[in-house]
């Protein structure tokens, strides 16, 4: 499958995941309900590790790959416990518009970090993205 089929697939999945987590999450404490998801997550994606016998290359890691790996995993794991006390406070078709301004946050520090050029149409997307989130929140 080419790249953009499963960033397609991620979007599915996280849009459905946003509706999910919101009924979930009506009667649990946010961070319990993290803690629950992140288990089945971790099981999950190890389980998908050991199907396709990717844990081999475990022994091939190199310090600065894991280093950025938990660096990564601190930051999904607080963008997670950020997301469901917003679900938990609001309605998820204003939580998940603005929880999706990473979009437009990821391409400037992938340009500023990373040195990916970002094109007009690029900008002008990202703009677009980031007015249409700020539209979502007024009432």
């Known amino acids: 499958m080419p790249w953009w089929s499963y960033a397609l697939l991620s979007a599915v999945a996280a849009s459905a995941t946003a509706i999910l987590a919101k009924i979930g999450v009506k009667d649990v404490p946010s961070n319990l309900a993290t803690a629950i998801r992140t288990v089945v997550v971790l099981v999950f ?56 301004l990473s979009l437009a946050l990821t391409i400037v520090l992938a340009a500023v970090v990373l040195g990916e050029q970002i094109s007009w149409k690029l900008g002008l997307g990202v703009a677009f993205m980031v007015v249409g989130a700020l539209l979502t929140i007024s009432k």
């Open 45 to 100: 994606a190890w389980g998908v590790t050991f199907a396709l016998n990717e844990h081999h290359a475990l022994k091939e890691l190199k310090p600065r790959s894991v280093t950025f790996l938990v660096l990564s995993g601190i930051a999904t794991g607080a963008s997670w416990i950020a997301y469901f006390k917003a679900l938990q406070l609001a309605p998820a078709s204003r939580v998940a518009p603005l929880d999706k």
